[in-house]
């Protein structure tokens, strides 16, 4: 599809919008490059509303994943671009203000050449995880629609984001299935594309862009999608909280019966007639009703008064997790099945992810579902496609761990209740623990891709396989320190930039930190070897890994600075290592100085060496023995010694510099 800049969509190489008139602007492939001296281009994501999307690497950020979205394209020539730019900070400006961990950042709006034109740019946090419209359209092709505890917990889980920003003088302006992505790190759902940016960028294209004499002549259109914008919205442009509350309660109705607003809307009435498509409980259907009366002052005054009505005499449902793989709007098409079913009330979920690979879930007692995997290795990682870790997400709907149904054997039931209470003795959080679990077991269960295990017998070794799967989890995760294992779930960016300042302190890398990191994890789990998975559940576990792992190096436990005396050319360490354990060292050294380095050990302890500023690899896990030569930099050199076996080696590191 291709879309005008206020988001009417239109067949692909249409050269006019259907419904406004509006000159589309071709998705042309851009190269890979760098824009504004900070952005790399990784791919062209799409064509939406603002023109091109793009996957972006912040180059001033440590490499981290962004969204560059071109802003009002149409509008070309310095001095148009100039107030197209003015005209954002003052009427959108606002939006930089919102600090929410469910609200994907706006970063800045800047000018840039694409192609030989200028164009401005707005950039936001990149998101991984499937949007509702993608969830809902993978349902739809099993016969399935979202169920009513699914859909309240959305609602319990998004109104408190929308009493955020409505604080704050904030309307979204277009909620729909489209515009809530379910992000894939902590099963959130996340709020995206605020109309307030679209409506400002179109009255941008209106004053600033060239006369098209093809063009239909309109005023600037009314952001909001037909059906789900109440009709203050559409034929005044009128906007309020309550607005967003009427889009909210279609947007809950459409994923309830799989019917878009224009079949549940009585064409004679115009009023909404889904009572003839679904049952609900009679609280949340009153609270829907209310939402989408007519008048804007029938409906609740509030997102919280919503949330009150919701929750009175309704019990709140398990926190239920789907992990996703899917950048933000536009999506990537690529779709996998999936349910899940949670005791007492049955829940699915699907979603889609960019390698069109799927993931059975098994959630507490239950449980299957699919999820697309994103292996992703530490080095490479390390080296250039660092990915955003969200915020902590803090949430009032309480995690609850389900108590085995009475369907089980007393053995199963007694099974599961060990599992509860040792993981809540290691202090790890549910949500969590079920996604890892669960990534495990579709690892060793392929072929139950898309398939739900019942709690009938039939099914009673398939749930004791993944039972078997938590047990071995929770002994790995005791090898953490309790606060690495209270974070797990939790870790992002920023938890890695305070690493990287940590260690320089030390005259250590992180890449040194991250060489010990990865012992210790692909000892424990050797099947993630060259695959991506720092974005996964499973990458969590690398995270608080390397956590305790810079415990031990502050400490002095974990690196040794080598010295050498006046006159003496030599020295040499002994140590002993542990499975997957290692150790650092560091030397200071001089350009030009001739080096050799030598260890005597097991081939299945490995050496890295590394120049103080990096750029010069001598050696990366490495079974040689020996390296010798001139040395590049002056500064302190790191060395890395660790272990790939499963008993502990002795070992003799010996370095020469003339």
């Not at 629609?145 to 929308?162: A, D, G, S």
């Not at 292996?375 to 870790?389: E, F, I, P, V």
Request: glycine letters at 6%; hydrophobic letters at 35%.
């Amino acid at each position: 599809m291709m879309y005008c800049s206020k988001g009417h969509e239109n067949p692909n190489r249409s050269r006019y919008c259907l419904e406004c008139g509006e000159k589309l602007v071709e998705a042309n492939n851009t190269q890979p490059g760098i824009i504004g001296d900070r952005y790399r281009i990784i791919r062209q994501l799409g064509q939406g509303g603002f023109g091109r999307t793009y996957l972006a690497e912040d180059l001033n950020r440590f490499n981290e994943l962004c969204v560059l979205k071109e802003f009002a394209p149409q509008v070309q020539g310095t001095y148009a671009l100039q107030k197209g730019q003015q005209l954002f900070q003052r009427e959108a400006g606002v939006l930089y203000k919102l600090q929410h961990p469910q609200i994907p950042n706006f970063r800045e709006l800047f000018q840039a050449n694409l192609e030989g034109k200028g164009h401005l740019l707005l950039v936001q946090d990149y998101v991984a995880g499937a949007s509702y419209r993608q969830l809902l359209n993978t349902r739809k092709q099993q016969g399935l629609q979202f169920n009513e505890t699914e859909v309240t917990q959305l609602l319990q889980q998004i109104l408190p984001v929308l009493d955020y920003i409505h604080s704050l003088g904030v309307i979204h302006r277009d909620i729909s299935p489209d515009n809530i992505i379910l992000r894939d790190t902590d099963y959130l759902p996340v709020l995206i594309d605020f109309g307030g940016v679209k409506q400002v960028a179109a009255s941008i294209v209106s004053q600033f862009s060239p006369a098209d004499p093809h063009a239909t002549v309109l005023p600037v259109t009314r952001v909001g999608k037909i059906g789900y914008a109440p009709p203050e919205q559409i034929f005044s442009g009128v906007v309020s909280p309550q607005s967003d509350l009427y889009a909210l309660a279609a947007t809950a109705l459409v994923l309830l019966t799989g019917k878009e607003p224009q079949d549940l809307i009585d064409e004679q009435t115009l009023e909404w007639n889904w009572q003839r498509e679904i049952n609900l409980n009679p609280n949340l259907a009153n609270v829907l009703d209310k939402m989408l009366m007519p008048r804007a002052s029938d409906r609740y005054p509030s997102a919280r008064q919503v949330l009150q009505a919701l929750n009175r005499n309704v019990a709140k449902p398990p926190t239920v997790q789907v992990p996703t793989t899917i950048v933000s709007k536009p999506p990537v098409t690529n779709t996998v099945p999936a349910t899940w079913q949670l005791q007492p009330a049955s829940v699915s979920y699907a979603h889609t992810n960019s390698f069109g690979l799927g993931k059975v879930f098994v959630v507490g007692i239950l449980l299957s579902a699919t999820a697309g995997l994103s292996w992703w290795g530490t080095r490479l990682w390390l080296q250039s496609r660092t990915a955003s870790t969200p915020e902590p997400i803090q949430t009032s709907i309480p995690v609850a761990t389900p108590t085995p149904t009475p369907q089980y054997s007393t053995a199963e039931q007694n099974r599961k209740n060990q599992l509860r209470d040792r993981r809540q003795q290691l202090g790890i959080s549910d949500s969590f623990y079920n996604a890892l679990v669960n990534q495990l077991f579709w690892e060793e269960r392929p072929e139950q891709q898309g398939k739900a295990l019942s709690s009938s017998p039939a099914d009673a070794a398939l749930r004791s396989e993944w039972d078997s799967i938590a047990a071995e989890v929770l002994n790995k995760l005791q090898a953490l320190s309790p606060e690495a294992r209270q974070q797990l779930g939790k870790y992002r960016t920023a938890d890695r930039d305070r690493w990287k300042a940590a260690v320089n302190k030390l005259n250590l890398s992180s890449r040194a930190l991250y060489d010990l990191a990865d012992a210790t994890f692909f000892n424990l789990f050797p099947q993630y070897k060259g695959r991506n998975f720092i974005n996964q559940p499973i990458g969590q576990v690398w995270h608080g890994i390397a956590t305790d792992k810079l415990q031990r190096l502050v400490s002095g436990s974990g690196y040794e600075r080598i010295a050498f005396a006046q006159g003496n050319t030599i020295q040499q360490v002994r140590g002993n290592l542990q499975p997957g354990e290692g150790k650092a060292y560091i030397a200071q050294l001089t350009k030009d100085q001739l080096m050799q380095l030598n260890l005597e050990a097991d081939p299945r302890v490995l050496i890295s060496a590394y120049s103080p500023t990096g750029s010069t690899v001598l050696l990366e896990d490495s079974s040689d023995r020996t390296w010798s030569g001139k040395l590049p930099e002056t500064g302190y050199y790191e060395f890395v010694v660790v272990s790939t076996a499963s008993a502990p080696l002795d070992y003799l590191f010996q370095v020469i510099a003339d």
